[in-house]
């Protein structure tokens, strides 16, 4: 039986995310923007990431502290953000998000979603 990482690299190719990237970032910047105007937030983590552009159009408006998580089928090549702050699970599975020390205050709340 093939892992299930694999069995979406055929979904998830280089074809679907340019698509998916380009109408994303133009909508994704507009609602970063508001969201940094309603909660200033300074740390983000954004589980399903694909390529970044929600993280890429934070990190525009001053989120220096981000982390993206998805399946290990997304390419690290084409990632709109450092790869440092990506990490690869298999998403059909439960997992922990390894908190780096940047990260150690936050805790699972919305607020320390929102950087409060």
Do not use: H
Not at 8 to 16: G, I, K, L, P
Not at 57 to 73: P, R, S
Not at 91 to 103: D, E, G, M, V
Request: proline share 3%; hydrophobic share 45%.
């Amino acid at each position: 039986m093939r892992p299930r990482s694999l069995k979406y690299r055929n979904v998830y190719d280089a074809r679907f995310f340019a698509i998916q990237v380009a109408d994303s970032l133009r909508s994704v910047r507009a609602v970063a923007q508001i969201a940094c105007q309603l909660f200033g937030p300074k740390r983000l983590v954004e589980v399903g990431c694909g390529q970044e552009a929600w993280l890429a159009a934070f990190a525009e408006l001053g989120v220096n502290e981000i982390q993206g998580v998805d399946g290990d089928y997304v390419n690290r090549d084409n990632l709109l953000f450092d790869s440092a702050n990506f990490t690869a699970v298999d998403l059909s599975r439960a997992f922990k998000i390894s908190r780096p020390q940047r990260f150690s205050d936050m805790r699972g709340s919305s607020r320390a979603f929102a950087g409060q």
